[in-house]
């Protein structure tokens, strides 16, 4: 299996391989044989691997102050501090999927795709954050109709229940993930959605959420020492993303731990976390550069999936930070580690073109074309044509040949 993914990875340049890490020991690789990219379909791929895309609330949804939706740090973010985005833009409407999720569901159906990975709005859900400050019921209702949506046109639901979007609420009180009590949220989802949601994703690449938030400053809530950033809002980058990541790690050790413990048994789903990380190639054969681009993994992808494997940090953080890297206990190694599940297939990022964090609009990652500028209507770009018929199990070489005999609108 991991060859015929290496070949996709060098032929599909348009899609975003994600990755939802939830700790296996698969080690079959070797005896897979190898397969030609010319060749390759979507049978090529064992059953049940699925093909879909991506998108995150804020991104995506808009409908910002609608329906009892309290504020997140990007809303607060993005208001105060519109200098920070490129285009000093906001997710305030986005592509206004809160509202035309039927359309979206109905472009994904088109398309043949397997899977929809969206995340839950935190702050709709919850707008104050916490259980004690109430449920708000048209959330919930919102997210019951948009899978419900899904499941009708035969897609499945993939859901991150965080995707960098921090309650303003949490962050006001306990300064977000800085605290060790932004642990709840996770069970209300599972209780709601769980009957019909099989594969969850507890967090989405919380390396972004450390390091651009707590150690550059340069996505909510900006937070990093004068040295690093002159704009920084306040903050230390020599301590508050290492505590930032404990925290993300050990929320996401208690989400897993109270679906395995109450829910998994009879929602039967799986659960796991998506990492990103670089790779990082040695300027040169010398010693000294094979070290460093093993501690530069080491400090983004180690970071995160060496706890996850082995209950610690990697030793070159231990010895490198010291005692500003926090200390797992005995009880919250054992409960990072577990015995895990997994969730595997391609998820192309994104469904839309959609507000991408501190660039706003400035660039375009989706697949399908929003003309922001004639009522957020979607247009099918190359990428989508292909993937389309790629996922019609015609070969590489056949979906090529049937996007270059196509006419589009947009070739973005």
């Known amino acids: 299996m991991a060859l015929q993914l290496r070949c996709w990875i060098v032929c599909l340049l348009l899609l975003v391989l994600l990755v939802s890490v939830a700790l296996t020991n698969d080690t079959d690789a ?124 035969g897609i499945n639901p993939v859901v991150t229940l965080f995707h960098w979007d921090v309650p303003e609420a949490l962050e006001h009180e306990y300064g977000g993930f800085l605290s060790p009590r932004i642990i709840d949220y996770a069970e209300l989802c599972y209780k709601e959605f769980g009957d019909r949601v099989k594969q969850w994703t507890t967090l989405n690449e919380p390396h972004s959420v450390s390091n651009n938030g707590f150690a550059v400053g340069s996505q909510a809530p ?6 690093q950033n002159r704009n920084c809002l306040g903050g230390d980058s020599a ?32 659960i796991g976390i998506t990492l990103n990380t670089y790779w990082f190639v040695p300027a040169s054969e010398t010693k000294e550069d094979k070290h460093a681009a093993l501690r530069s993994l080491d400090f983004m992808f180690g970071w995160f999936m060496e706890p996850l494997t082995s209950g610690d940090y990697p030793q070159s953080m231990r010895s490198l930070v010291g005692n500003r890297l926090p200390v797992f206990t005995n009880e919250e190694s054992m409960l990072l580690t577990g015995n895990g599940s997994k969730v595997k297939g391609y998820i192309a990022w994104s469904l839309l073109d959609n507000f991408e964090w501190e660039i706003g609009y400035a660039v375009r990652f989706g697949i399908n074309y929003v003309d922001y500028n004639n009522g957020l209507k979607r247009y099918p770009k190359l990428s989508a044509h292909w993937f389309k018929s790629f996922l019609k199990k015609d070969s590489r070489s056949v979906a090529i040949r049937n996007v270059r005999n196509t006419k589009f609108v947009y070739q973005i």
């Open 239 to 270: 301590i508050e993303p290492y505590l930032a990541t404990h925290h993300l790690l050990l929320a996401h050790a208690a989400a897993v731990k109270v679906y395995k413990d109450k829910y998994q048994a009879f929602q039967k789903g799986l």
């Open 30 to 153: 070797s005896t897979d044989p190898p397969i030609h990219c010319g060749s390759l379909s979507r049978s090529s791929f064992e059953p049940g691997f699925i093909f879909g895309t991506a998108s995150a609330s804020y991104q995506f949804e808009g409908a910002a102050k609608e329906d009892g939706r309290g504020p997140s740090i990007w809303d607060t973010y993005t208001h105060d501090h519109p200098e920070r985005i490129v285009d000093g833009s906001n997710g305030d409407v986005a592509v206004d999927q809160y509202h035309r999720y039927k359309e979206d569901v109905g472009i994904m159906k088109d398309m043949g795709l397997d899977a929809y990975r969206f995340s839950i709005s935190w702050s709709r859900l919850l707008p104050s954050g916490k259980l004690s400050g109430g449920v708000n019921q048209r959330g919930i209702i919102h997210y019951n109709n948009l899978i419900d949506e899904l499941l009708r046109n």
């Open 222 to 227: 900006g937070r990093c020492s004068y040295w």
